[in-house]
């Protein structure tokens, strides 16, 4: 019986996921064994730590750059903020424009103290969530949808990398950006090399899809000739 390690994930019905190290994880003196996921309540203080804003201003910032990275829904902010101003952290006040009211959200000391403590907080590792690539991975059963899936993914990276490359021109000479640019340029190079990878891989696929009678033929012709090297064996 083998023990290969691969086959023994193929055989857990949580695959490799189910292999990953259940106990906690050490960071060092002065930090939490094992890191929490930080929700969306985090960034939003950050974006409060520059100034006072709406939720329109908010859902604007989680836009870029932070969007390529970390995407929020308007379900998720509004709640946020909700907890963030009954914790104590965020202040709400009402402000009238004309006709319109609008509510502007500023970070209370207690909101920075516990910014500033989470900002410390060893991240979370990175699990990705990709939906595109899960169906890539089923793609035995619908070979032109994989090649469909690989190709709108490589198409987006492409696009993001531009959009990232851009971003990171318009960052240069600001102190402030010194650090957001680090994150900018890191997502670039992920992306440009994504894409770069996908472009290979799908005409690898194209290719092979594209000869299905050769490999027919082949598995054929191997069947016959180990049928006549088994009819001579016989005879002799």
């Known amino acids: 019986m083998s023990n290969s390690p691969l086959k023994a994930v193929r055989a857990e019905p949580h695959g490799i996921r189910s292999r990953l190290p259940q106990t906690p994880l050490a960071f060092g003196d002065g930090h939490p064994t094992q890191p929490l996921r930080t929700d969306v309540k985090f960034p939003i ?26 995407r929020v829904s308007d379900g998720s902010l509004y709640p946020a903020l909700k907890k963030l101003a009954h914790d104590g952290l965020v202040t709400m006040r009402a402000e009238s424009n004309g006709r319109r009211t609008r509510k502007v959200y500023a970070i209370t000391p207690k909101g920075r103290e516990r910014f500033l403590l989470l900002l410390r907080e060893p991240a979370a590792p990175l699990y990705v969530y990709d939906e595109a690539q899960v169906k890539i991975y089923f793609g035995n059963y619908d070979p032109q949808a994989a090649l469909a ?51 290979r891989l799908e005409t ?3 290719r092979e899809l594209a000869s299905p009678r050769r490999m027919r ?18 005879r002799a």
């Open 45 to 70: 203080l950050g974006f409060l730590m520059e100034s006072a804003m709406t939720g329109y201003d908010l859902k604007r910032r989680f836009q870029d750059p932070v969007g390529f990275f970390y």
């Open 149 to 199: 899936h690989m190709k709108r993914m490589r198409q987006f990276d492409i696009v993001s990398a531009a959009e990232l490359r851009q971003l990171a021109l318009e960052m240069q000479g600001s102190p402030e950006n010194r650090y957001r640019r680090i994150v900018v340029e890191l997502g670039r190079v992920i992306t440009e090399a994504k894409a770069a990878l996908m472009a």
């Open 204 to 206: 690898s696929l194209a």
């Open 217 to 234: 033929t082949g598995g054929k012709t191997r069947k016959a000739a180990a049928g006549k090297i088994n009819h001579r064996q016989g």
